[in-house]
Structures are given as C-alpha cells and as structure tokens.
C-alpha cells in the first residue's frame, strides 16, 4: 500500500498540538515516506453561526434531521458536526485536485493503538475497495447493517458505523463522492459518518437512503488500529450542541 498524502482535520493549529499530532503519526507509521498536512478547517461555531454564513460557504444544513424523542437522531445538525464535515470536504478537494491515488485522514482526537504492521494491508492489493476505516464504532442497530465477512483475518465489510477519526479513502472514492453526492450533501448537510455510512451500506433511515447515493465500496480493519480521544459522554466532543450556539 502507498499513501499519497496524510491530512489532519484540526481546530487546533497550534505549534504545540500539530508537533503531538505528529507524534502520534510517528508511533502509528505510515506505509512509505510521505507529507502530511493540515487544511484550514472550517470551525462551524464561528463560520457557520449565521443563516448568512452559511449561505457564504454554500452549505444547507437538513433540515429533517430531527425525528423526534426516543430516536438517536432528536436534534438538529449542529454547526460543529457540518464543520467537520465540511472540513473532510476539503480534504477530499484538496486530494482530488492533486491527483492523489490515495490518502489517509486523521481527525485531530484520533489516537494509534499500536504501531501498524502495514505488511497486512498487502492482502488488500486486489480488492478494488473505496474506503478502510482503522478505526470506529459498529452501530448494529439493526441485523441487515452488521459487518459481513469477506473472507480475510483482519478485514471485514463495514455494517452501519460511527467516527471517522482514522480512514484511508482512495481517488476513486473521492471522485464518486464529488460526482454523485457532493452536490447532494452541500444542500442537506449532516455529520459526516452518518454521510458516509450511507453511501456504502443500508442506512438506517429512509430518508436518507433516499438522499445519498449508496455507491462506495467500503472495508475495515476488524479490530481498530486507531481510537479516538474525544467523546459525547466525556463531555470534549467539538461537535456535540452548546447551549445558545449550536442549532
């Protein structure tokens, strides 16, 4: 396996914190020499704040996100979350711009669980695959969504999944994106694992199902390679609402 280029999608961009994210790029390896880099994010709770602002980035947030109480889904698309989303958008742009065959992302929380043997991928060499997550959390929220076999030791095909701390997209997969759903997912914008579930599995939700074109292949590593530092529950999530801000 090669990787083109590594990007870190950070608020933080202080000299502190990318020298830490470094070094956890140094423990976790890459496959071969490359260059990482940090795009300019686009930090939701002060770019997004507005009707106006985000009329300026080109971005509609969805707005039936919220279905309600005793859903997972009872609140609206927070400006962190289309943020974030947003910031993997460029990513992707930058990526396809320069004619990388293969990238790999990391969110600034994501957090290497061991130094990779990248020896393993090389089972993948003839699998023509869109997306490899190394790190995330299995929703199995319903039968029809949980990971399939596909007959390697340490790689299944993903059922529905959240997190998007570690992954590795190819150019093809950045290409299908651009073509069939950006356009798509600048009108109904929402947070980015939810996006990306649907558009390699059967989501959840009919809705959008029927708003994403359900056409990437995607793997995953069976156990993760790389975990995340921040959380909801932990109360450091970037994402989560704000009281007053986050709408």
């Avoid at 994501?110 to 993948?124: A, G, K, R, S, Y």
């Amino acid at each position: 396996m090669k990787i083109d280029k590594v990007y870190f999608v950070s608020l933080d961009l202080t000299e502190e914190f990318i020298e830490d994210m470094v070094s956890r790029l140094n423990y976790m390896t890459v496959p071969n020499p490359t260059e990482w880099e940090c795009i300019p994010p686009v930090n939701g709770r002060t770019d997004l704040a507005t009707i106006e602002d985000r009329e300026d980035m080109g971005v509609k947030f969805y707005d039936k996100w919220n279905i309600g109480e005793g859903t997972m889904w009872n609140r609206d698309v927070t400006v962190g979350e289309a943020g974030c989303t947003l910031s993997h958008i460029r990513v992707w742009w930058d990526a396809y711009e320069n004619g990388y065959e293969k990238i790999l992302v990391l969110e600034e929380d994501f957090n290497p669980l061991l130094p990779i043997d990248w020896e393993w991928c090389d089972v993948l060499e003839h699998y023509d695959y869109d997306f490899l997550y190394l790190g995330r959390k299995p929703r199995n929220l319903i039968e029809d969504v949980e990971d399939l076999e596909i007959g390697l030791e340490r790689f299944v095909m993903p059922g529905a999944s959240f997190n998007t701390q570690a992954y590795i997209i190819t150019r093809k997969g950045i290409e299908k994106i651009i073509k069939y759903n950006l356009e798509t997912l600048m009108d109904n914008m929402i947070v980015v694992d939810e996006f990306l579930t649907a558009t390699y599995t059967w989501h959840p939700r009919k809705d959008i199902r029927d708003l994403y074109v359900q056409n990437m292949f995607a793997i995953s590593t069976r156990r993760d390679w790389v975990g995340q530092t921040r959380f909801p529950h932990a109360g450091n999530s970037q994402t989560e609402p704000i009281e007053g801000i986050d709408f």
